[in-house]
């Protein structure tokens, strides 16, 4: 089932990043996905399979265009098509807002996403790159 997070889901949300990340660099604060769930309640989606959470998207507006994050699904999970669900869940958040193209962030180094992303339609926009500050 997918639905968006609640705050009861922060701490199996954030033990599920890390799990799922495989290893990468995942430091949250939950003071920060709780912030986002009361902000927009509708952004962070959740699928939860027996009780647990397997996968999540976080399908954010910001009143011009549509962004999508945090796209992951345990391990055990995977290759069920529950990213394609969680996916299209986020689209159709999208298109209800009325947003007309969404950008998914992908790390260059998770080749084992890209297929998923181009088996669900998105290209890889070569000439954009993404400039950070942290503060």
């Given at each position: ?29 939950p ?20 009780g647990?959470v ?6 954010g507006w ?16 995977r ?29 260059h ?27």
């Amino acid at each position: 089932m997918i639905r968006p997070a609640t705050p009861a889901d922060v701490d199996a949300i954030l033990e599920f990043w890390v799990a799922a990340a495989e290893g990468t660099d995942r430091r949250d604060d939950p003071a920060k996905v709780h912030a986002l769930i009361e902000r927009d309640p509708e952004a962070l989606l959740v699928y939860e399979l027996d009780g647990a959470v397997v996968g999540t998207v976080i399908a954010g507006w910001d009143g011009w265009r549509a962004h999508l994050y945090r796209l992951a699904v345990a391990p055990q999970a995977r290759r069920r098509g529950l990213a394609r669900q969680l996916i299209a869940a986020a689209e159709e958040r999208f298109k209800a807002l009325g947003a007309f193209r969404v950008d998914a962030m992908v790390l260059h180094d998770n080749t084992d996403a890209h297929p998923a992303w181009a088996a669900t339609g998105y290209v890889m926009q070569e000439q954009w790159g993404r400039w950070v500050r942290h503060f």
